[in-house]
């Protein structure tokens, strides 16, 4: 059974919840020594990264900071969190027609 609760909508939410934009908490992490961009930000709080990966112990400890959360607990969600694949059975793609005069 997965759980509902995953480090991408913790980070999330306590981003929304204390007003930062994505690039806004890039910023702060880099205070913490995190480099990272709002694009991998996003893939992140999307659950598109398998954060379970040891090079994330270091992003874990810096949210836990900037949010105040306990790290042990933020270790315990990040293992638990899967990676969701993206689905694009219902995307809609557009198409572009050449003008053929």
């Known amino acids: 059974m997965t759980s509902q609760l995953t480090l ?13 934009s994505q690039s806004e908490l890039c910023k702060e992490l880099s205070k913490h020594g995190i ?14 990264i ?9 992003l874990i400890l810096a949210i836990s900071n900037i949010f105040t959360l306990d790290p042990t607990y933020l270790e315990e969600i ?20 050449k003008d053929l005069k």
Not at 78 to 97: A, K, V
């Open 8 to 20: 991408g909508w913790l980070i999330r939410n306590g981003r929304k919840s204390i007003g930062l």
């Open 35 to 48: 480099q990272i961009d709002y694009h991998q930000l996003s893939k992140i709080e999307n659950d598109r």
């Open 50 to 58: 398998d954060v379970r990966n040891r090079s994330y112990d270091k």
């Open 78 to 97: 990040c293992q638990q969190t899967e990676i969701q694949p993206l689905d694009l059975s219902q995307g809609i793609f557009p198409i572009y027609i």
